[in-house]
């Protein structure tokens, strides 16, 4: 059975400071891997997605990896500002048949960046 | 561009009642989900639909119904609610294409008392 696990549950750091978040998965047999951002109160919003073949895709000071061997991604946050503090999600698709798909989603780590 | 718009935002029901959440994506995609997100449990499928016209189970999908009204729409119904299904419900819709990132709506925060 597919888990996804993201460490640390909970991220305090200064404004400026370079950050990494965590998502490792049981088992490598993903189609591709999503990172998400959620703000209080607020649905979630697609940051980056990585397909299985990928190694990792950048947007703007967000950049993601993927390790598919070690069950291991990570989202790389440069220069942090308050604006960034969130929880952040990652979530791995499987492919069940040549139409359905499954998501299963980490518990997320919930990063607040202090002035 | 809405995006996925999710009604209402937030309700409060007693138990054995029901009621209907409403939820329409204006991105043309073909597959829709309802999610549900509960403290330390992650986000957990309820029911999904791939396309106009069908739906499936989800993990979660005791005391709930779906209906795929067209390609637009995808409602939620809780027959007869129960405290266990207090819980933030969020619908999610993507392309046909896997990869394709999925969009999610704002959510409805549901209390059942």
């Known amino acids: 059975k597919q888990e996804v696990t993201q460490i640390p549950a909970a991220l305090s750091v200064p404004e400026g400071e370079n950050l990494v978040l965590n998502c490792s998965f049981t088992?490598?047999?993903?189609?591709?891997l999503q990172w998400f951002r959620q703000d209080p109160g607020k649905g979630l919003t697609s940051l980056l997605l990585?397909?299985?073949?990928?190694r990792e895709q950048t947007s703007g000071r967000l950049n993601a990896s993927l390790d598919k061997s070690s069950g291991r991604s990570t989202l790389y946050i440069a220069a942090s500002q308050p604006g960034d503090s969130a929880t952040y999600l990652c979530?791995?698709?499987?492919?069940?048949?040549?139409?359905?798909?499954?998501?299963?989603f980490g518990t997320g780590t919930r990063l607040q960046v202090f002035p | 561009n809405a995006g996925v718009t999710q009604t209402p935002k937030f309700q409060v029901l007693k138990t054995g009642q029901s009621m209907t959440l409403q939820c329409a994506q204006d991105?043309?995609?073909?597959?829709m989900y309802w999610y549900r997100q509960d403290p330390g449990m992650g986000l957990r499928l309820i029911y999904y639909?791939?396309?106009?016209?069908?739906?499936d189970k989800g993990e979660v999908p005791n005391g709930y119904n779906v209906s795929r009204l067209n390609k637009r729409e995808f409602s939620l119904r809780l027959e007869s609610a129960a405290p266990s299904q207090t819980s933030v419900y969020f619908c999610?819709?993507?392309?046909?294409?896997?990869?394709?990132?999925?969009?999610f709506g704002n959510g409805t925060r549901l209390t059942v008392t």
């Open positions: 999610a819709s993507t392309r046909k294409s896997f990869n394709s990132p999925l969009h």
């Open positions: 088992d490598s047999a993903i189609y591709n």
């Open positions: 990585i397909q299985s073949s990928q």
């Open positions: 979530a791995v698709r499987l492919k069940l048949s040549y139409n359905t798909d499954k998501l299963i």
């Open positions: 991105m043309n995609h073909n597959s």
């Open positions: 639909s791939a396309s106009e016209g069908t739906t």
